[in-house]
């Protein structure tokens, strides 16, 4: 079955008793037993429902996984893979990550135990000197957020067998559209599917697909235990983003080309990251192991922070608003917004300044999109 077929078949089963072409909402905390722990397969709904395993079966299918695990968010699903190390366990980071996952990392696991190196992941050769006998797994974004680089997966997954390590890849960005870490080496693969997966921007939600029978036993424990699980009804959202998943992304895709190359003409813009240019580090990685390039944007304007507060209050099709990935275009200021709880020393080095700001690429018609933002930095 293609990649596109898949997003509107994959993983899922017939409905049995009245032939529902959509998998059902089974808004159900429990179920009915014929006898003591004798019943039709679901006991519990923390523990399983039907609606979540429709949608786990889905992001396992797109991954080409054997498992998937669904969450009440991104962070959720991080959380549960956080917890399957003890006390002096290293986990070695990207250095430019979501805002979210350094806090979660920092102040909540750090004082569990854990340690955290956070490394540019773009330079392999490196990377052999931070792992230790304590070190367990390394933790990717590619294409980071927000500055847009592009780490070699493959490159990383040699490196992560020859130590035997754990490789984990937090996919949110590319989308399996784009990109498929465990055809290029990851364990265990992550979405925050609120964002592209969804689509719509009206559902918190996070997914994990795998395939190793061990590792999927360990979380699946975790998923019940801790109880973070997503409801049914956003289940159903996001599987029914899911759906239209390919025909979004591919104009993700061309509306971001466009206005890629727009800035970057732009007299007034400074830097623009984007991994389709040829001269973006990393771009014959992006080339080899993504179908295409994303429809994130990050670019520096001319100014100071007075300059990006004006620009980024003048949007009036782009909104200003935390999060990414829905079919509306956002712009995001990463330095006060979703990059706020990284200390600014630390920002600073990765080039997350007061003067970067970062476009969720929709999919409106594009000469909306450039107009828009040529009279909000204009």
Same mark, same amino acid.
Request: glycine share 6%; with cysteine; aromatic share 8%.
């Given at each position: 079955?293609?990649?596109?077929?898949?997003?509107?078949? @994959?993983? *899922?089963?017939?409905?049995?008793?009245?032939?529902?072409?959509m998998p059902p909402i089974y808004q159900t905390s429990t179920y009915s037993q014929k006898?003591?722990?004798? $019943?039709?397969?679901?006991?519990?709904?923390?523990?399983?429902?039907?609606?979540?395993?429709?949608?786990?079966?889905?992001?396992?299918?797109?991954?080409?996984?054997?498992?998937?695990?669904?969450?009440?968010?991104?962070?959720?699903?991080?959380?549960?893979?956080?917890?399957?190390?003890?006390?002096?366990?290293?986990?070695?980071?990207?250095?430019?990550?979501?805002?979210?996952?350094?806090?979660?990392?920092?102040?909540?696991?750090?004082?569990?135990?854990?340690?955290?190196?956070?490394?540019?992941?773009?330079?392999?050769?490196?990377?052999?000197?931070?792992?230790?006998?304590?070190?367990?797994?390394?933790?990717?974004?590619?294409?980071?957020?927000?500055?847009?680089?592009?780490?070699?997966?493959?490159?990383?997954?040699?490196?992560?067998?020859?130590?035997?390590?754990?490789?984990?890849?937090?996919?949110?960005?590319?989308?399996?559209?784009?990109?498929?870490?465990?055809?290029?080496?990851?364990?265990?693969?992550?979405?925050?599917?609120?964002?592209?997966?969804?689509? $719509?921007?009206?559902?918190?939600?996070?997914?994990?697909?795998?395939?190793?029978?061990?590792?999927?036993?360990?979380?699946?424990?975790? *998923?019940?235990?801790?109880?973070?699980?997503? @409801?049914?009804?956003?289940?159903?959202?996001?599987?029914?983003?899911? %759906?239209?998943?390919?025909?979004?992304?591919?104009? $993700?895709?061309?509306?971001?080309?466009?206005?890629?190359?727009?800035?970057? %003409?732009?007299?007034?813009?400074?830097?623009?990251?984007?991994?389709?240019?040829?001269? $973006?580090?990393?771009?014959?990685?992006? %080339?080899?192991?993504?179908?295409?390039?994303?429809?994130?944007?990050?670019?520096?304007?001319?100014?100071?922070?007075?300059?990006?507060?004006?620009?980024?209050?003048?949007?009036?099709?782009?909104?200003?608003?935390?999060?990414?990935?829905?079919?509306?275009?956002?712009?995001?200021?990463?330095?006060?917004?979703?990059?706020?709880?990284?200390?600014?020393?630390?920002?600073?080095?990765?080039?997350?300044?007061?003067?970067?700001?970062?476009?969720?690429? @929709?999919?409106?018609?594009?000469?909306?999109?450039?107009?828009?933002?040529? *009279?909000?930095?204009?």
């Amino acid at each position: 079955m293609k990649f596109n077929t898949k997003t509107i078949h @994959g993983g *899922q089963i017939k409905e049995k008793a009245y032939g529902a072409v959509m998998p059902p909402i089974y808004q159900t905390s429990t179920y009915s037993q014929k006898s003591p722990g004798e $019943h039709s397969g679901y006991e519990y709904s923390r523990t399983q429902n039907p609606t979540r395993h429709a949608l786990e079966r889905s992001i396992a299918s797109l991954e080409n996984a054997k498992y998937g695990l669904a969450f009440s968010s991104g962070l959720s699903a991080i959380d549960a893979i956080m917890k399957l190390f003890s006390p002096g366990d290293e986990i070695i980071s990207t250095n430019d990550l979501y805002g979210g996952s350094y806090r979660l990392f920092e102040k909540v696991f750090k004082k569990f135990g854990l340690k955290f190196v956070f490394t540019d992941l773009r330079n392999l050769n490196e990377i052999e000197n931070l792992i230790s006998s304590k070190t367990k797994l390394i933790w990717v974004e590619t294409p980071t957020n927000p500055m847009i680089n592009i780490v070699d997966i493959e490159g990383l997954s040699k490196i992560c067998k020859t130590n035997n390590l754990l490789l984990a890849v937090d996919n949110t960005f590319s989308t399996p559209f784009l990109q498929k870490p465990i055809d290029l080496g990851a364990d265990i693969v992550m979405h925050s599917a609120t964002k592209f997966l969804a689509g $719509h921007s009206d559902v918190i939600l996070g997914l994990l697909a795998l395939s190793r029978d061990e590792l999927a036993e360990k979380l699946f424990f975790m *998923q019940n235990s801790s109880g973070a699980i997503c @409801g049914p009804m956003d289940s159903f959202l996001t599987l029914r983003g899911i %759906k239209t998943l390919h025909v979004r992304m591919q104009r $993700h895709c061309e509306n971001a080309r466009v206005i890629a190359n727009y800035l970057k %003409k732009h007299d007034k813009v400074d830097n623009v990251y984007w991994p389709g240019f040829e001269n $973006h580090p990393n771009h014959n990685i992006a %080339k080899s192991q993504m179908n295409d390039f994303g429809g994130m944007i990050s670019f520096t304007v001319k100014g100071n922070f007075d300059l990006v507060k004006r620009i980024t209050s003048s949007f009036k099709v782009f909104t200003l608003a935390e999060s990414l990935g829905g079919v509306e275009s956002l712009v995001n200021h990463p330095a006060t917004m979703t990059h706020a709880s990284i200390p600014k020393e630390e920002r600073d080095k990765i080039g997350i300044t007061d003067n970067l700001i970062r476009l969720s690429v @929709g999919i409106e018609d594009i000469s909306d999109l450039v107009d828009d933002i040529e *009279q909000a930095i204009n």
